[in-house]
């Protein structure tokens, strides 16, 4: 094999190892931003529209008070208006969250929860009519809203324990990723340094014993050669020189 074809394949490995360093990396790298993406997909949001819905009954429940403290007047209108806009967040929230299902049993919460709000609908409009309002408040309305709480704290619950098990997760893969690629980098470095130190004494080792020879065939030519230098290029090239000059002065005689 000549000597162009070995640089050839030993830089070409060398890349290859830094290559296969760099895409081993990029794909660790990429597999734990894509986990740490999908906690936020997956969970952050039901979250959100937790906290939201919890907001919105809030709002619902202080406008159902206001019924029994404050029946009619100027501030029924404000307390009407508070019961849509808290209606209208816990429903749109109740209804991204369905589209949101990712854990176990939180499917079931959801239905839980759907149903137990269109009980508390109705309890909402009795309420608002008037009839027996301060009775229904007491007996029927409060425990219902608290179980309705309790229904939206149970899909919070169970999507922030699937936030701390899957950041676990992902400490767990990012401590592996970090032993893997100290391993990995220092099997590149081993592999990286035995080319560093092959290939020079290689062409060193080479070159060197041209030079020897080279110094050899001068002698025996009677060139004397005495220069001290440590190249051997320098040598080979300038014995190369000392015998095409050797050579011509032998041919000159013989030219017309």
Not at 33 to 40: A, H, M, V
Not at 136 to 152: D, G, I, N
Not at 182 to 199: D, E, K, N, Q, R
Request: overall charge neutral; some cysteine; aromatic content about 12%.
């Amino acid at each position: 094999m000549v000597l162009k074809t070995k640089l050839t394949l030993g830089l070409g490995f060398l890349f290859l190892i830094i290559f296969a360093l760099g895409a081993f990396c990029s794909y660790y790298v990429g597999s734990l931003g894509q986990e740490s993406q999908n906690i936020l997909k997956d969970n952050y949001y039901s979250i959100l529209y937790a906290k939201n819905m919890l907001s919105g009954l809030d709002d619902m429940k202080t406008s159902i008070a206001s019924a029994v403290h404050y029946p009619g007047g100027a501030a029924s209108e404000y307390y009407q208006r508070l019961f849509e806009s808290g209606k209208k967040v816990f429903e749109k929230n109740l209804e991204a969250e369905k589209n949101n299902i990712t854990e176990i049993h939180e499917k079931e919460y959801v239905e839980t929860l759907d149903r137990e709000y269109k009980t508390y609908l109705g309890l909402c409009a009795k309420m608002r009519s008037g009839s027996a309002a301060s009775q229904t408040y007491f007996a029927e309305f409060l425990p219902a809203s608290e179980k309705l709480r309790q229904s939206v704290d149970a899909i919070y619950d169970v999507n922030m324990q699937a936030v701390v098990r899957k950041s676990q997760a992902v400490k767990r893969d990012s401590s592996r990723f970090i032993n893997s690629m100290a391993i990995i980098g220092s099997l590149c470095l081993v592999l990286a340094l035995a080319y560093f130190w092959y290939f020079p004494v290689y062409i060193s080792t080479t070159l060197s014993y041209l030079s020897d020879r080279m110094k050899k065939l001068l002698k025996r030519v009677g060139i004397a050669y005495d220069e001290r230098t440590n190249d051997e290029a320098y040598v080979l090239l300038h014995g190369l020189n000392l015998l095409e000059n050797k050579l011509d002065a032998k041919e000159e005689p013989h030219r017309p």
